[in-house]
């Protein structure tokens, strides 16, 4: 059986990808699209990241949507990405940089199930080690750094939201709502837009991990009623 440590590795999504035309994590667009068609104009420069073999950036094209940039840091997919969709833009960047990609030049950034990719290694999620949080962190403040000042960015997940909450909220500068969908498992749907601030009161029911780990920041205030709703988690999930 193949280990889910690979996911880390470039080694391991270059190999598949030479064979593997696509693959779908999580969901496929149908299942999603009506919590961010809302939100998306035509002329909205979207930006793609761990985009991989996924039909999302094709499907966004197809509805109308024809700036699409896809990021991997997959050569391989990067350069069959070009051969098969060359109506839409292709760059090897690592996503923790987006290193060729201009500050304030993106409308939109989306991912889905890469952010994941990047925890693998992690042993529990109450406790994420600095590598993780590093990683994350990376990831969030190159996609701040691209987005224009009221930008959006759009996370599809199935991190549940008391452990990706924190992460969002501990880097300043946007909002951030949650939605869920799925039939049997139940995935999330993030959107942070730049120049917002978070609604703790909202998101107070999420955050009261951010006392508990690692995830200890001195920039967020807690609202007051995050204890309670701690005391509602059934930690046997876990
Ligand atoms: C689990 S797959 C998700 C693919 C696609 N987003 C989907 O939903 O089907 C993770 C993707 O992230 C890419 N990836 C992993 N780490 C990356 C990194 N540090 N920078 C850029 N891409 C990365 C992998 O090459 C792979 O395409």
């Not at 098969?84 to 760059?91: A, F, H, Q, S």
């Not at 120049?195 to 703790?200: A, K, M, Q």
Request: aromatic share 12%.
């Amino acid at each position: 059986m193949e280990s889910k440590l690979q996911y880390k590795e470039n080694s391991y999504w270059n190999k598949r990808f030479a064979s593997e035309a696509h693959f779908e994590w999580l969901a496929d667009w149908k299942k999603f699209q009506r919590l961010i068609l809302p939100r998306l104009s035509k002329s909205d420069r979207i930006l793609h990241i761990g985009c991989g073999n996924s039909r999302l950036s094709h499907e966004l094209f197809e509805a109308g949507f024809t700036d699409v940039t896809n990021v991997d840091f997959s050569e391989i997919l990067i350069e069959n990405g070009k051969q098969r969709y060359p109506e839409m833009k292709w760059v090897c960047n690592d996503m923790r940089t987006l290193h060729s990609i201009p500050s304030g030049s993106m409308d939109v950034v989306v991912e889905k199930a890469s952010i994941e990719s990047l925890l693998v290694a992690e042993r529990s999620q109450w406790d994420p080690s600095d590598q993780a949080i590093s990683d994350v962190d990376a990831i969030l403040r190159s996609v701040q750094r691209v987005l224009k000042h009221d930008g959006i960015f759009i996370s599809i997940s199935f991190t549940q939201p008391h452990f990706r909450i924190p992460a969002i909220i501990r880097n300043p500068g946007w909002s951030c709502t949650v939605e869920t969908f799925g039939d049997y498992f139940h995935y999330y749907c993030y959107v942070m837009k730049m120049g917002e601030s978070p609604d703790l009161n909202e998101l107070g029911k999420y955050s009261s991990i951010l006392q508990n780990n690692n995830y200890v920041t001195s920039s967020v205030t807690l609202p007051e009623d995050s204890e309670d709703w701690l005391q509602g988690i059934d930690f046997e999930e876990f």
